[in-house]
């Protein structure tokens, strides 16, 4: 007898349990739950109609008659890399927890499913898999990102942006912890997401791990895992945190201040160790995770003020990179509203092509507090309440066809002479000379803050320490 | 009689449907731990021949009875399943042979039990 049972208007599962009966009475529970399944009762089966139908969520029961079920997952997941694959067993173990998310589980359930904890597990998958991330504070990357969109990530050709590039390649090589800065929306998860993609980790998960998203009662359990001990009776369950899918890919923390102090605490132990420590208490377990941290604002405030702790700061703060505001990037936000545009126009069913050019100066002359996300939405406004193809002045916001001429471009110019002067000045200096010269300003701007003026100047603060040696050398 | 099926567990398995599908449900349970145990009767005779024992099928069968009696709630058998499994896995011949004796006359009440359910829905 067949037991599966096609969906009509709901996806199919593909469920793989070689005992009849349990197969059965999922079946019946996931029909129940409105979800047609397609059954296997081997490896070698659920291959073969995973390969045939797709599905984009597998219940996989770990132990089979012809193989194990750890090689159909990763078999299944180099097929199809966004499958969410929920792993059933009998098998309570944190060991195997572990070991099937860090081989790619989603979700891992431990026999007797109950009817609620099933169903609810595989909507959850189901949601992600429409969704394209996991939930709202939590969201991976599809692992087959296109190469060309890495270097598109990044539209723009002025000076500030090459550098942040090269250092973002510098960086990408390095396993050490990364801090982004930047204005809100000046894409400092876009550049985090760059790093990892030109790591040697972009075959692993990207994930986003929102600190100020999540209340700091769930954030040990989010970040770090929660399970019942699987002595426990009515166990059913052990999901593991944001960290452990990071294994071999990259986690990216945004707002650390928002983050407990307990989560911080524990945090630090896995930096120190390399290793996590389940809430049920068993053995610690190794994971492989680069830390790349985002803040709007300066860090050492809230190390200051004892958001942040200050061990867990000198952990996370080693490479610094700032994602210059868009006010800063000369004719880029001219270029990345162009690219902008054609997307959005597509996207609200009109025509568009390109600035005209009292626009593009309305732009360049902008002082866009918002940044990009600021940018994405004049655009918008323009496409959806106008005919195209181009983008004139009296489409854009009133305060925004004034800043063409207004004091903003004023600004401009005489910060650009103001730039041209201080390079008279500085000529006939060593560049050794004008270095010093701009950190010690940098230092005395901080009032003797080295971390702050590091920031500063987006150079590591071990530099500058390194640097002052140097010139004390020198003196004495 | 002494049950070994757990009531909680069993009730929440006959209300997953209606009477068609319990039937069936019941039914290939039987015929599951009816396989089972006849399969368990077969891999023990393989415990005293030295040479031909298969820990690791003695040890699938044994995990395998393990879930099943997981989902029926037959706590005393799960519980011998889950020690066979760990016997298997290390190879320790003579204690699994008196497990493992255990475990299949268990897996024959269960089947019984599961009967007399059946014969009510």
């Known amino acids: ?476 | 009689m002494t049950t070994i099926l757990d009531s909680d567990s069993l009730a929440a398995l006959l209300g997953c449907g209606d009477s068609t599908v319990v039937a069936a449900l019941l039914e290939q349970m039987m015929s599951d731990f009816a396989r089972l145990h006849d399969q368990g009767v077969v891999l023990m005779a393989s415990l005293g021949a030295q040479a031909d024992t298969d820990f690791s099928a003695l040890r699938r069968l044994a995990h395998e009875a393990k879930g099943l009696a997981l989902t029926i709630g037959a706590h005393k058998l799960t519980q011998i399943c889950a020690e066979a499994e760990v016997l298997a896995q290390k190879g320790d011949r003579d204690a699994l042979s008196q497990c493992w004796a255990d475990m299949i006359g268990l897996c024959s009440d269960a089947r019984v039990e599961l009967a007399q359910n059946r014969m009510r829905v």
């Open chain 1, 1 to 476: 007898m067949s037991l599966d049972s096609p969906a009509t208007t709901t996806p199919s599962i593909l469920l793989v349990e070689d005992t009849a009966s349990l197969q059965m009475l999922y079946s019946t529970v996931l029909r129940k739950g409105g979800y047609g399944t397609i059954c296997a009762s081997n490896g070698q089966e659920a291959l073969q109609k995973f390969a045939e139908h797709r599905p984009a969520v597998v219940l996989l029961d770990l132990m089979l008659p012809d193989t194990d079920g750890m090689i159909v997952m990763r078999e299944m997941l180099a097929l199809q890399p966004q499958t969410r694959i929920i792993v059933i067993t009998a098998n309570g173990s944190v060991d195997i927890a572990v070991e099937a998310t860090r081989a790619g589980a989603h979700d891992f359930l431990v026999k007797p499913l109950g009817d609620i904890r099933l169903i609810s597990a595989v909507a959850n998958a189901v949601a992600e898999t429409r969704l394209g991330t996991a939930d709202s504070f939590e969201a991976e990357d599809q692992r087959d990102h296109p190469s060309g969109a890495i270097d598109a990530a990044f539209p723009g050709q002025s000076e500030v942006m090459a550098q942040l590039l090269k250092k973002i390649s510098a960086v990408a090589c390095s396993m050490a912890p990364a801090f982004i800065m930047g204005e809100s929306g000046t894409g400092k998860e876009l550049c985090a997401r760059t790093i990892h993609l030109k790591s040697n980790r972009a075959a692993g998960r990207f994930v986003t791990f929102n600190c100020s998203a999540v209340p700091a009662e769930m954030q040990d359990a989010e970040l770090f895992g929660q399970g019942d001990s699987p002595a426990k009776p009515g166990a059913t369950s052990i999901k593991a945190g944001a960290l452990t899918r990071a294994h071999r890919g990259t986690l990216f923390l945004e707002n650390l201040h928002d983050m407990s102090p307990a989560a911080q605490a524990k945090l630090l132990n896995f930096l120190q160790h390399g290793a996590i420590t389940l809430p049920n208490g068993a053995e610690p377990v190794k994971v492989d995770a680069r830390i790349i941290c985002a803040a709007n604002h300066d860090p050492v405030d809230d190390m200051r003020n004892g958001k942040l702790r200050e061990d867990l700061y000198y952990r996370l703060f080693v490479i610094p990179l700032t994602v210059p505001p868009l006010r800063a990037r000369g004719d880029d936000v001219n270029i990345i509203a162009k690219t902008l545009l054609v997307q959005i126009a597509d996207e609200e069913g009109k025509h568009f092509t390109g600035l005209a050019p009292e626009t593009a100066a309305a732009f360049r002359a902008a002082r866009w507090p918002g940044n990009i996300r600021e940018l994405i939405n004049v655009l918008r406004l323009a496409v959806v309440l106008h005919d195209g193809p181009i983008v004139t002045p009296e489409m854009l916001p009133p305060e925004m066809q004034r800043a063409g001429n207004g004091p903003d471009s004023a600004a401009a110019q005489a910060n650009g002479q103001a730039q041209t002067s201080l390079a008279d000045m500085l000529g006939g200096m060593t560049m050794s000379e004008i270095e010093e010269l701009a950190i010690t300003a940098a230092i005395r701007r901080h009032n003797g803050s080295v971390p702050r003026a590091a920031r500063e100047l987006d150079i590591a603060p071990s530099t500058i320490y390194r640097k002052r040696e140097t010139w004390n050398t020198g003196a004495a």
